[in-house]
């Protein structure tokens, strides 16, 4: 698969919520050899997006 197709399945993955694939995908897109700066920038920053939705805590909710 070309770089491109990886993030598209990888976006693709982040909107059916498998997080797990879609880090993997897009993590594969931004190491592929014939990734550009542009997908490798997008990959990462997608990676790091999924990151945060998956570690966010919302303190308000846990101290009532």
């Known amino acids: 698969m ?3 197709e990886l993030y598209s399945l990888g976006v693709e993955y982040r ?3 498998r997080f797990g694939d879609a880090i993997n995908v ?3 897109a931004a190491a592929h ?3 550009t700066e542009d ?3 997008r990959s990462l920053a997608s990676v790091e997006l999924i990151q945060e939705i998956n570690g966010f805590v919302n303190t308000d ?3 009532p």
């Open 61 to 63: 909710l846990m101290n």
């Open 39 to 41: 997908i490798k920038r």
């Open 2 to 4: 070309t770089p491109e």
């Open 15 to 17: 909107k059916n919520k």
């Open 33 to 35: 050899p014939e990734a």
């Open 26 to 28: 897009f993590r594969a």
